[in-house]
Each structure stands twice: as structure tokens, then as C-alpha cells.
């Protein structure tokens, strides 16, 4: 079986999915202009997505998507020739292939068109074997996936927060992550509509709810130091992205000030960038997301570094299909969880055939050879092959 082709393209066709209500605190904040942005109260009415795809010559294709259009570009123009032609069950020698080919694939988007690639390439040799990519992985060591509830996107009108809080609770979520709108440059009003957010959720949920909080990146150490000395009463399962994962001083500062958990991961790419804030003792709970560390393939040895090091895996959601699958695969103490976007799956899931959602908290696993990603025809309005 050979690679005959590798093709990206976009589809698009009618939605209704409802608007931000709030969005996050970001780098960007640093600067007023950009600080001052409101989410938009336009209901979208249409939605595209861009898919890559891995044909062989006997027929059996792999998916993965949604991509991003500067990935499609990238696996185009740089990957595709190195793949034509070759084994697709060689994984390791193609992953180490597309690494070797580029001094700049060590990380950023053209990790990401090698995650994406990989990605379809688990989801082609699930198909040849007609399994779910976990068994090809040695898994299951489950019946069902645990989640929590990621409440990007919802309202911080107190009124609401404690409204979404409590229903994520009924929908049989045991933790729920909440997205930081302020940072430093609101100054101390700022800190206290964060204090009040997480104080909000605590008398929502009450004791036995897991809270995590995230900052994306879009605060400094001294800022994360004094605003966990206000929210650590809360009692925070983590404090996501205080600063970039480049910053592994920053991140050690921020961990010996404080006994609240720190995650991080989710702007971080292959096992070198993980070793070393393992090493650095910088981290607790690492967010590797196999759309973007590396792929299927990366994330399975990122969780054998962070299992020796005595460190969760819990996988950033930006989808939901490859990392349910190392997962489910993965031991419980290593990867306890998964994180479900439910406002954001919506859109990342329209155009399949089949919805994954949890019920009750937690996922079964999937039984569809592969990924289990089948566009629904009937939901695509328009197909474009990129070139």
C-alpha cells in the first residue's frame, strides 16, 4: 500500500450558531486598543471548514479536520511531496520524515501540518484495520471518558455564570473551566471581576465541583502570584496558562508562590518542548493538544515523559477525536480526563456525520474504524479542493 495523494480542502454550507458572549483575556491585552475588544453579536449563518486528506492505491483514505487554512497551505506545499509514493502504516519514519525536512517544523504551524498529517494517518490505519484508533494503541483501559465541562465563550454576568455553572453540574460534569477576561493592564479592578468570576462559580457549584481557571497566556508572573494569592481560597484544581510555555522561569516562580496547580501545554509542540518543563519542575498538569504537539504519534510518547515524571495529561480540547483516542488508551492516573468546549464543538463538529457528546460527564468510546470523522454531505452547501 502506497500514498497516492494528499489533498486539503474546505467545505461550507448554512449554520446557526449562536455568538460569543464574553471572550478571554490574550497577549494582545497588553495593548489598550486591543484590550477594548468586545466579542460580536452576530449569529453566524454560515460556517467553512478545511479537512485534510491521505489517499492510498487500494482505495482507503485518512481524514483529519478542521484544520486551520495556514496549516492547509503548509501540508500543501511542504509535506505532501514527502509523503506521495510511501508506506502510510511507516508512521514513526514519516513523523521523523516530515520533522527532519524543515530546520522551522520544530514547532508553531509547521508542527501543526505535521499533527494534522499524522493525525489522518492514524485515522487511514484504523480504516486498514477496521478498529478505533485506541486498540491500535493498546487500549481501551475504559469503558467511558471522563470530562469537564470548558465554559469558553459564556456570559461573566454573574446571573449567568451561575445559572451555566449549575447546569453544567446537572449535565453530570464533576469539573468545569472558566476563561479569565482581565490581566494587567485592567489594574486592580481587573483582579477583582477575575476574584469575582471564581468566587461566583465556588457558591454555584458548591464544594465537590472541581473549578479550573484559565488565563491564555495573557498575564505575567508578578500578576499570577497576586492574583492566585486571591483566588487560591477557592480552591482552584488548576491555573491555566498564566504566561507563554516558553517562559519555564516564569512558570517556576509562579508554582514555589503558590500551592494552587499549574497547567500548561496547549502552545507547546513535541516531547523536547514538554521534557523540558518537566524537568524544570515548572508544570502540573500538561495540556498537550494532538492537533498541534505533533499529532497522535507525539502525544503518545508526551504522555509516557509526563507518566514518569508523575504528571497528568489532560489533552487542550481544540477537537475532541484524536485525543479521546490516546486517552481512552492511556492509563487513568495518567490521563484522567478529557476537556469538552461545549459552546465551541458545535461549530469544530458541524459538518460530521456523527455529534460526540458527552452524557452524564463522560464519553463512550468510539467503535468507528479510525477517527470516526464522516462529512455529512447533506450539511455541505459548497466543496473546494485547495490548491
Known amino acids: ?141 475504559r469503558e467511558r471518558v471522563d470530562c469537564y465541562a470548558s465554559m469558553l465563550g459564556f456570559s461573566h454576568e454573574p446571573g449567568l455564570v451561575r445559572e451555566r455553572a449549575q447546569m453544567a453540574v446537572e449535565l453530570g460534569y464533576k469539573a468545569q473551566k472558566w476563561f479569565f477576561r482581565h490581566g494587567p493592564s485592567d489594574g486592580l479592578e481587573g483582579m477583582e471581576k477575575n476574584v469575582a468570576l471564581i468566587r461566583t462559580v465556588r457558591e454555584a457549584v458548591g464544594p465537590n465541583v472541581e473549578i479550573m481557571v484559565d488565563c491564555f497566556m495573557g498575564w505575567d508572573a508578578t500578576y499570577a502570584i497576586r492574583m492566585l494569592e486571591r483566588i487560591a481560597e477557592y480552591r482552584p484544581r488548576w491555573l491555566e496558562e498564566p504566561v507563554p510555555p516558553d517562559r519555564i522561569g516564569d512558570f517556576v516562580a509562579i508554582r514555589r508562590n503558590s500551592r494552587v496547580p499549574i497547567a500548561t501545554g496547549e502552545h507547546e509542540y513535541t516531547r523536547w518542548g514538554f521534557l523540558q518543563l518537566l524537568q524544570a519542575d515548572a508544570v502540573d498538569v500538561i495540556q498537550a493538544d494532538p492537533d498541534w504537539c505533533g499529532g497522535i504519534s507525539e502525544l503518545v510518547k508526551i504522555c509516557a515523559l509526563a507518566s514518569a515524571y508523575g504528571r497528568n495529561v489532560i489533552p487542550h480540547g481544540h477537537s475532541l477525536h484524536a485525543a479521546l483516542n490516546v486517552i481512552a488508551a492511556q492509563s487513568p492516573a495518567t490521563c484522567p480526563m478529557a476537556e469538552y468546549l461545549i459552546r465551541a464543538q458545535v461549530g469544530k463538529q458541524h459538518f460530521h456525520t456523527r455529534f460526540v457528546q458527552p452524557e452524564g460527564g463522560s464519553l463512550s468510546l468510539p467503535i468507528e474504524p479510525g477517527l470516526g470523522i464522516e462529512i455529512d454531505e447533506k450539511k455541505v452547501g459548497e466543496r473546494v479542493e485547495l490548491s
Open 1 to 141: 500500500m502506497k500514498i497516492t495523494a494528499v489533498r486539503c480542502f474546505r467545505v461550507s454550507g448554512p449554520t446557526d450558531l449562536d455568538p460569543s458572549e464574553e471572550r478571554q483575556v490574550g497577549m494582545l491585552d497588553a495593548y489598550p486598543e486591543f484590550a477594548a475588544r468586545a466579542p460580536s453579536q452576530t449569529r453566524a449563518t454560515r460556517l467553512s471548514a478545511v479537512y485534510t486528506q491521505i489517499d492510498t492505491d487500494n482505495g482507503i483514505s485518512g481524514l483529519f479536520g478542521p484544520i486551520f487554512t495556514e496549516t492547509a497551505t503548509i501540508i500543501r506545499e511542504k509535506l505532501a511531496s514527502h509523503l506521495v509514493g510511501r508506506d502510510p502504516l511507516a508512521g514513526e519514519f514519516l513523523w521523523d520524515l516530515l520533522y527532519r525536512q524543515d530546520r522551522h517544523a520544530r514547532k508553531g504551524y509547521e508542527m501543526m501540518a505535521i499533527s494534522a498529517v499524522d493525525c489522518a494517518l492514524w485515522d487511514l490505519r484504523g480504516k486498514v484495520y477496521n478498529v478505533p484508533i485506541y486498540r491500535l494503541l493498546g487500549g481501551p483501559t
